[in-house]
DNA sequence: CGGCCTTTCTCACTCCGTGAGAGCGCCTCT
DNA sequence: AGAGGCGCTCTCACGGAGTGAGAAAGGCCG
């Protein structure tokens, strides 16, 4: 929903074409389609140009007109784009398979977090029906680092000046009554995680939801990722949190033994399969 | 490529700014990443044009910026925008599950294909290592229906003046020795699908590959869909087109009742002109 | 056949994107 | 460490590209 007030809002240098453009293709890509006219009207572009910029992205495809019903859908190349997005972050099928071991055994939904520049961010997730993941995680959130499990683990490995850089851009945000907004708190707080090597958030990111984090380490020793689990906090019990840690550290250790093998990152090819 | 001669070049009139944007978004799929400077090289464009459209990106999240490696890579809005297109076209589970059936008894790869304004798409796939699909056969593809089995069924299903429309768009490209070009060749064909219920395409799409198809239809009888599937022609027997052609029958009246059933969440009715 | 909606076209204006060039800052090589 | 290279950002004046009102063309409906 974009207020369409040209006059308030201090706009950035940015190339307003574009993002009249971008704006389109979500615009359609919420409504599971659109006529010219919706859009126009959502947006607040005249109709005129609305029409030129949805040519301009069904000639790239990045639309289709379908003519017959008046609408315009979202067209094939997104589906490039994201699986590209996908093999550029690439979870490589032992890992997603790992993962998915984690979620039986556990009975939990499971979580895999890498490092993607200056970002701690969900790259793949398994959960089903009985075991649904938190709603916000899912593949690409990277936000909240400090009110995750993941986050903590992926946090406590980074550099002190990697986190400062983080917390810089992306501040301490409030999540819940129980999310820690204090850097003092925090910091301390990574100690213990790195001391552990095990992260659990309780309530911290969602009211009545816990999880945990166990690092993944390539072979210099260093971070490179994070498995973790979430699930309803009235189920965590002492025993179950026993049970879980236990789970998170053997998905680890297999994972990190991947990681550690050789086939880090990149391989040239994606390998069939 | 010379940017420098603008007369040569029968511009469309579209966005100009817009086809560039799309086409660094394209190039950074292609490359898995890029640095700014192989964009300009690439694409031809001065580096701070490619700046100023790039952190465009950025700020809509179609990009990050790895500040660490000096690259761009995708952004996660495209992994969302992937999902909206993937429920646009709306596979419904039954109806890939029972995709997944076929794949397993055919040993072969199980395609689903409907619909979409004028065109006939592929929505679904079923492979495996050992039965891979076509190469271009992947979600999305909508070419060279009249090459195609599942093509073939879903053009018998649609009036004289649909086909007539898809025709005059897309032509009757040769793509094999053993493709059909001519109109007249091709409307004795269809009648012959039309009559038999399944069509078999044999090397007119990619030598050496056959491929065959059974159309699915709703309540009123319509053809909304075909299911599919296709095999190198080595294996293709007299005896085994029999057994390919009942289990693709299976397949499509499984589809059918599913779509008589009711819960069709779109009426994928042939709309086209 | 006549209303209504969607889609395309035209055209003059002006605003917006453009791109050379300079400058800053980080990483690397010696 | 210093020097050099490279990635990245900012500025600014120019010019053409995008803009949007308006109207006309094309379809579908009753």
Redo the contacts with the bound molecule.
């Keep these: 929903m974009r207020t369409s007030d040209v006059s308030a809002i201090p706009r950035e240098p940015g190339?307003?074409?574009v993002e009249?453009t971008l704006s389109i293709l979500e615009i359609v890509a919420e409504r599971g389609g659109a006529?010219?006219?919706e859009v126009s009207l959502a947006l607040g572009?005249?109709?005129?140009?609305v029409?030129?910029?949805m040519?301009a992205l069904v000639s790239s495809d990045y639309l289709v007109h379908l003519?017959g019903q008046?609408r315009f859908e979202l067209g094939y190349k997104l589906d490039r784009l994201g699986v590209s997005l996908h093999r550029q972050i690439g979870v490589p099928n032992p890992v997603r398979a790992e993962i998915g071991r984690l979620h039986d055994a556990a009975q939990t939904a499971g979580y895999f977090a890498v490092y993607r520049g200056a970002d701690v961010v969900v790259a793949y997730v398994v959960d089903s029906p009985e075991h649904p993941r938190l709603t916000p995680l899912g593949f690409g959130f990277h936000e909240a680092a400090h009110a995750t499990a993941f986050g903590k683990i992926m946090l406590a490995g980074m550099t002190p000046e990697q986190v400062n850089q983080y917390l810089e851009v992306h501040g301490m945000p409030r999540m819940t009554e129980r999310t820690m907004t204090s850097r003092a708190q925090l910091d301390e707080h990574l100690a213990g995680v790195g001391h552990l090597g095990v992260a659990w958030e309780h309530e911290e990111f969602v009211p009545g939801m816990t999880c945990a984090a166990v690092g993944v380490r390539n072979g210099a020793g260093m971070v490179v990722g994070a498995v973790a689990i979430s699930a309803p906090s009235e189920q965590i019990s002492r025993v179950r949190e026993r049970e879980l840690e236990r789970y998170l550290r053997d998905a680890s250790n297999h994972v990190s033994r991947y990681y550690r093998s050789g086939q880090t990152r990149k391989p040239g090819a994606p390998a069939a399969a």
Aim: overall charge positive; hydrophobic content about 30%.
């Design positions: 190339v307003a074409t009249k006529t010219a006219k572009y005249p109709l005129p140009t029409y030129r910029l040519q003519k008046r």
